[in-house]
């Protein structure tokens, strides 16, 4: 099986900063890459696609990069409504793992 | 609307089966592969089961292999988890979810709450 590991676990950042998070494969899995915001009480939203694509009606100030086995994840300037939990999925082979989450939260 | 819906959850022993359901509309559901996702209380996201658009392609997490089949009915536009042996473990929100473009999950269900205690 194929393991997601992120980095930071959790990030404390203000409104207007950058943020970017890390996800790493144990393997190659190509762009097969997935990342998804997640708000307490609330169901998974997605965000990127195939590791660079955005998601329609998802705001331009999230971007996504990587391949193989290192991806990014990155919010150019953080927005109020961006405090949240980020997980990243692979969906390149069953089991289609996700990464622990990376939890933004204000500083 | 898009969306899909799911229910069935509840409260049970250990030992014990359940089966969940997942109601798709606004969508050809005959066209996209479904999967079962399940975060158990202030934990992750968990990855359980995956079916393709025919039921040709299956795959669980190995947590539950063995003991949860799932299914789907594209004449009813319905997805399924039977769920038996249940363990204390198995305790979670499942979320159902839409495999969309290139196989990210784009559309999500609120979630069923299952329960397994004595």
């Known amino acids: 099986d194929i393991q997601m590991t992120q980095s930071p676990s959790s990030v404390s950042a203000s409104v207007g900063d950058r943020v970017t998070i890390t996800c790493r494969a144990s393997?190659?899995?190509?762009?097969?890459l997935a990342w998804y915001q997640q708000k307490p009480g609330k169901a998974p939203k997605l965000l990127i696609f195939?590791?660079?694509r955005l998601q329609s009606g998802v705001p331009s100030r999230f971007s996504g990069s990587g391949s193989g086995t290192d991806f990014t994840l990155t919010i150019s300037s953080l927005q109020p409504e961006d405090f949240a939990t980020y997980y990243c999925?692979?969906?390149?082979?069953?089991?289609?793992?996700f990464g622990p989450g990376t939890k933004v939260d204000i500083k | 609307e898009v969306q899909v819906v799911e229910s069935g959850g509840d409260l049970v022993q250990p030992g014990r089966s359940l089966r969940l359901s997942c109601v798709a509309s606004g969508f050809t559901f005959d066209d996209y592969a479904m999967q079962w996702v399940r975060q158990a209380p202030g934990k992750g996201l968990e990855w359980v089961s995956g079916i393709s658009w025919n039921s040709s392609t299956i795959g669980y997490v190995d947590s539950v292999k063995g003991r949860f089949t799932i299914s789907r009915d594209n004449a009813k536009n319905s997805l399924y988890l039977q769920m038996n042996g249940l363990r204390a473990e198995d305790t979670a929100l499942y979320y159902c979810a839409r495999a969309g473009r290139l196989k990210a999950f784009d559309i999500w269900g609120q979630g069923t709450m299952v329960t397994v205690s004595s």
């Open positions: 195939a590791a660079s």
């Open positions: 999925q692979q969906v390149n082979s069953f089991p289609f793992t």
């Open positions: 393997q190659g899995i190509r762009s097969w």
